[in-house]
């Protein structure tokens, strides 16, 4: 009998969208995935970056960590560990863990009696009113919104980045679309379905900048804060979501959990795709405390960096390279987490009950960057 192979088709896109990546994949039975399967799959997620796996309502928390596990069979534990002093975290508010697979998290909106094991949960959906310097007013809240953050899924302290993440849609809130606001003064929007998730590749990032831009980037690396969440947890963010605004808010080293110097992450500006060998610019802008410049100097002044990375980054959320995924339930989504960055974007009534499962994994190892090296 002849073996079936997996159909992988492009993602739909408007037709005013310059998105060049990311697929779906209809058939595939995950809680009994194939080696030739899953192999078609990585391959279609390092070429293509987003991956969409259709009609995977009944997957298992337990499959979808194997799955996520596949990628990097020496990871074991959830992306961000246990963090210290969470409560603290931006992150905190986000995600409840799923008591027997605590590498899985629940995100969404709303209350649910019941979930593989949590009781009585009130999920909340990020809002950008609480994170952003300043919100869309009250009137326009639903009909508007914004990216809320754009980052990749990282501890960055102590955790190498997650090499993919998994997430898959239980429960979608039907119906209306909203329109993101970049309020930068740029007029960019976008419209969106409610509750979307952004994704806008690395790789076209690094491919728009200049000659000198890329050269920069290829030699130049990030060092990222400790203990980065609730270091940036009293200040704001821009309204585009790109990095944070600098009002000196930033919590001092004495304010945190303690710090070993050895866990600061200072890590390249450009990954480098194990599979295809493209470059990408894959930085977390919000997390970001210094740049260590190619010549040996360190940037240390806070808004000098995140201005810089704003400029390099900016061009790449415009809104025609911006994939923004329609979820439908039982869609899961596996990302490159090491070759796109991505955001959370919408703003819900409290009637409208969002649930997902999110999974990824510290990595075993460093990322690759653009010299071949783990770092």
């Known amino acids: 009998m002849a073996v079936k192979t997996l159909e992988v088709k492009p993602l739909p896109v408007p037709a005013n969208s310059a998105v060049d990546f990311g697929v779906q994949i209809?058939?595939?039975?995950?809680?009994?995935?194939?080696d030739?399967?899953?192999?078609?799959?990585?391959?279609?997620?390092?070429?293509?970056?987003?991956?969409?796996?259709?009609?995977?309502?009944?997957?298992?928390?337990?499959?979808?960590?194997?799955?996520?596990?596949?990628?990097?069979?020496?990871?074991?534990?959830y992306g961000h560990g246990k963090t210290l002093d969470a409560k603290r975290s931006v992150l905190h508010p986000d995600l409840k863990t799923i008591p027997h697979q605590p590498q899985v998290q629940?995100?969404?909106?709303?209350?649910?009696?019941?979930?593989?094991?949590?009781?009585?949960?009130?999920?909340?959906?990020?809002h950008h009113k609480t994170f952003h310097k300043d919100a869309i007013s009250e009137e326009d809240d639903l009909k508007y919104t914004r990216f809320y953050r754009?980052?990749?899924?990282?501890?960055?302290?102590?955790?190498?980045?997650?090499?993919?993440?998994?997430?898959?849609?239980?429960?979608?809130?039907?119906?209306?679309?909203?329109?993101?606001?970049?309020?930068?003064?740029?007029?960019?929007?976008l419209d969106v379905p409610l509750?979307?998730?952004?994704?806008?590749?690395?790789?076209?990032?690094?491919?728009?900048?200049?000659?000198?831009?890329k050269e920069f980037v290829r030699t130049a690396k990030v060092e990222y804060a400790p203990h980065p969440y609730i270091w940036m947890s009293p200040a704001h963010s821009r309204s585009d979501g790109l990095g944070m605004i600098s009002e000196g808010l930033e919590l001092p080293n004495s304010?945190?959990?303690?710090?070993?110097?050895?866990?600061?992450k200072i890590l390249p500006m450009v990954w480098k795709n194990p599979v295809t060998g493209n470059l990408s610019l894959q930085i977390h802008p919000s997390a970001i405390k210094a740049i260590h410049l190619p010549d040996g100097k360190v940037m240390t002044d806070l808004k000098e960096v995140r201005d810089l990375v704003h400029r390099l980054q900016r061009p790449g959320i415009a809104p025609k390279y911006v994939y923004a995924h329609d979820w439908a339930e039982g869609d899961c989504v596996l990302f490159n987490n090491q070759g796109v960055i991505h955001s959370v974007v919408g703003a819900f009534t409290p009637e409208e009950k969002r649930l997902f499962r999110q999974c990824n994994l510290a990595s075993?190892?460093?990322?690759?960057?653009p010299d071949g090296k783990l770092y």
Not at 155 to 179: D, E, F, H, I, M
Not at 255 to 264: C, S
């Open 36 to 77: 030739a399967d899953f192999a078609a799959i990585r391959e279609a997620l390092y070429n293509h970056h987003v991956v969409v796996l259709k009609n995977q309502s009944g997957l298992s928390p337990k499959a979808q960590f194997e799955l996520t596990r596949r990628f990097d069979p020496a990871s074991e534990n």
């Open 26 to 34: 209809d058939d595939v039975d995950v809680e009994n995935l194939s």
């Open 195 to 213: 509750g979307t998730t952004a994704f806008v590749s690395g790789q076209r990032m690094y491919n728009l900048l200049s000659e000198e831009d």
């Open 106 to 126: 629940v995100i969404g909106n709303g209350f649910y009696e019941e979930y593989e094991g949590l009781k009585n949960i009130t999920l909340k959906h990020p």
């Open 364 to 369: 075993g190892e460093g990322v690759m960057g």
């Open 150 to 189: 754009w980052h990749i899924d990282a501890a960055l302290y102590a955790l190498n980045p997650p090499k993919v993440t998994s997430l898959l849609a239980v429960n979608v809130p039907a119906g209306r679309r909203q329109t993101v606001r970049y309020d930068d003064g740029t007029g960019d929007e």
């Open 255 to 264: 304010e945190l959990p303690p710090v070993n110097e050895a866990d600061i």
